[in-house]
């Protein structure tokens, strides 16, 4: 698709969505891409917390958590002064509480993607109302999915939808908000594209539209070599290629979701993992830089790169492990611990061993990063 716009998508996270800081982040993410005459597109996933509430009120029938779920949006509306929203917002509650007794799948994705709904009428309202940004939603993207309810998945004529959309709201706005995590059937009913679904939504988007730039905006600087919980020394990866970024989302490295990178695979887009107030980053491109990147551990259960029933999976994540010298001193590192089942990644992005116990996993994690970073300057 040729290039006709000059458009960023930028992702706002919800850990950065927090009652009494929504217009300052926003704000700032307008200030850091309009400067150019450019065009943005703003994806905005839920408040923290928002959509766990949302899940608990469904699974459980309690029409109270509804209440607590959408609190955060009333009291950001109140404090911009934004009281037609506070109605509306208080309108979708109700709405929602009605719907946490309906056991049907669909009412299940409907009721847990209203967290996103709810950040785009709040990000459209403070950019717009409040610091008089020339923005508007679109609620409906274009993303069109199947009915798996709870982890749908994307259907090819979203493509289709999306440019012809959100070309025709950019041709209008300056800024224009869009819901993450969410989808529509061809029947009309909302899908929820399962946990970290905002991260792939604005990859989506990105790839549709074939914009120069994607911006993933969090709380942390970029992607680390190490979940900063386990391995105290974790350090901000420099760059990443577009492979390697989809092997470490199927690992389950920064909680992103496994498809978001894979749209982008073989495509020039631009994208960096950043803080909307930080001047570095992790670049995601297409050149590789030969070292390894990361260390990452996932849980019993499916990490994209294969199913554990059991145990863990400890992953060294690079474009270099498809070399034998890296492989070898990586195999040399795992045998020290005994018995392990290796798995290499069939494209060499990847060496994964399966450790039965968690404080093994963790020893190992450790010391695989202690050589991950030797190789990092």
């Keep these: 698709m040729p290039r006709t716009l000059n458009v960023t998508v930028a992702k706002v996270g919800g850990s950065l969505l927090r009652p009494g800081e929504v217009d300052k982040v926003l704000g700032k993410v307008v200030e850091r891409h309009l400067a150019d005459d450019g065009k943005l597109v703003i994806v905005v996933s839920a408040m923290k917390g928002v959509t766990d509430t949302l899940i ?6 309690e029409p109270r958590l509804i209440e607590d779920a959408i609190q955060p949006y009333l009291t950001e509306a109140q404090r911009l002064s934004l009281g037609k929203l506070g109605s509306v917002i208080e309108g979708i509650g109700a709405r929602l509480k009605g ?18 709904l709810l950040s785009t009428m709040l990000a459209e309202a403070a950019l717009y109302n409040s610091l008089g940004v020339d923005a508007g939603a679109v609620y409906d993207a274009g993303i069109v999915t199947n009915e798996d309810w709870g982890r749908a998945s994307v259907l090819g004529v979203s493509s289709h939808y999306v440019r012809h959309r959100l070309t025709w709201a950019l041709s209008r706005r300056s800024v224009v908000i869009v819901p993450g995590f969410l989808g529509i059937s061809l029947n009309g009913r909302l899908t929820s594209l399962g946990r970290g679904g905002s991260d792939y939504t604005a990859s989506l988007i990105a ?9 993933f905006y969090t709380d942390v600087e970029g992607i680390m070599t190490g ?6 020394d974790a350090r901000l990866i420099p760059s990443l290629t577009h492979e390697e970024a989809y092997v470490a989302s199927l690992t389950g490295a920064k909680k992103f979701h496994p498809g978001t990178f894979k749209p982008l695979i073989d495509s020039d887009v631009h994208v960096v993992v950043t803080n909307p ?10 050149k590789c830089i030969n070292t390894p990147k990361l260390v990452s551990i996932s849980e019993a259960g499916s990490i994209g790169l294969v199913s554990l ?31 392990i089942d290796v798995i290499n990644d069939t494209e060499g992005n990847a060496v994964t061993s399966i450790v039965k116990d968690q404080d093994v996993a963790v020893k190992l994690a450790k010391e695989l990063h202690r050589w991950v970073v030797s190789w990092i300057r």
């Design 227 to 232: 979940d900063p919980r386990i391995i105290n």
């Design 277 to 286: 107030w930080s001047s570095s980053g992790t670049l995601i491109m297409s």
């Design 99 to 116: 719907l946490v007794s309906i056991r049907e799948l669909w009412a299940r994705d409907y009721v847990i993607v209203h967290g996103e």
């Design 207 to 215: 790839s549709y539209l074939n914009a120069p730039r994607l911006i």
């Design 56 to 61: 608990r009120a469904y699974d459980e029938g």
């Design 309 to 339: 029933k059991s145990g863990y999976a400890v992953t060294v994540v690079g474009c270099v492990m498809g070399l034998n010298e890296f492989r070898r001193e990586v195999y040399l590192i795992i045998d020290s611990y005994g018995p």
